[in-house]
């Protein structure tokens, strides 16, 4: 094996994981707007991080969801340790009028909040008087998901609905209802 081979598979292995990247943020897309989302940006500052907005359109509870796909892992150590991503959700829900013991609520749960650490499924909530936002973080090996064969599409959308339903979960009860 010569030089040029060895090159040549570190490339491949890169424009893999790239891959795997945008064929994740396509399934993310897909499965939004299934839910009801629709894509309203979608940024890549970087070659291995992409950034997308969704807005909800008749959900009852959120309002803007982003979500940050960065890779961290890439090239020949992703074949050792697979491709690993930090996957960042932010939940958005907006309440048209705030009342006084709204803001008292909101102190509190900012308080609860101030050195929390949103990972590995633990939500963070913090205020911003009309819109209340929820963050949470992953690391997930997104070649689990992403075979070089096929899409385990199943396992990937029950995935992603257990991420929503825990944002969701944290912001119904913030969530005003009017009549």
Same mark, same amino acid.
């Given at each position: 094996m010569g030089?040029?081979?060895?090159a040549k598979?570190i490339?491949h292995?890169?424009?893999?994981?790239k891959?795997i990247?945008?064929?994740?943020?396509?399934?993310?897309?897909?499965f939004?707007?299934k839910?009801?989302?629709?894509?309203?940006?979608?940024?890549?500052?970087?070659?291995s991080?992409h950034?997308?907005t969704f807005?909800?359109?008749n959900?009852?509870v959120l309002h803007?969801?982003?979500?940050?796909?960065d890779?961290?892992i890439?090239?020949?150590? #992703?074949?050792?340790?697979g491709s690993?991503?930090?996957?960042?959700?932010?939940?958005? @829900?907006? /309440?048209d =009028?705030?009342e006084?013991n709204?803001?008292l609520v909101?102190?509190q749960?900012?308080?609860?909040?101030?050195?929390k650490?949103p990972?590995f499924?633990k939500v963070?909530?913090?205020h911003?008087l009309n819109?209340?936002?929820a963050?949470t973080?992953y690391?997930e090996?997104l070649g689990?998901?992403?075979? #070089?064969?096929r899409?385990?599409?199943?396992a990937l959308r029950e995935?992603?609905?257990k @991420?929503? /339903?825990? =944002?969701v979960?944290?912001?119904e009860?913030?969530k005003k209802k009017?009549?």
């Open positions: 030089i040029f081979d060895l598979k490339t292995s890169r424009e893999y994981t891959s990247d945008e064929i994740f943020v396509g399934e993310l897309i897909n939004m707007y839910n009801g989302a629709v894509l309203t940006e979608i940024n890549s500052p970087t070659e991080s950034s997308l807005k909800f359109v959900h009852p803007i969801l982003r979500i940050t796909v890779r961290k890439e090239g020949m150590a #992703s074949k050792i340790l690993q991503s930090v996957l960042t959700f932010e939940a958005v @829900i907006k /309440n =009028l705030v006084p709204d803001v909101m102190y749960t900012d308080f609860k909040n101030m050195f650490i990972i499924g963070k909530i913090n911003d819109y209340i936002i963050t973080t690391i090996d689990k998901y992403i075979k #070089s064969d899409i385990e599409k199943e995935e992603l609905e @991420i929503l /339903n825990t =944002l979960k944290h912001l009860p913030l009017f009549d």
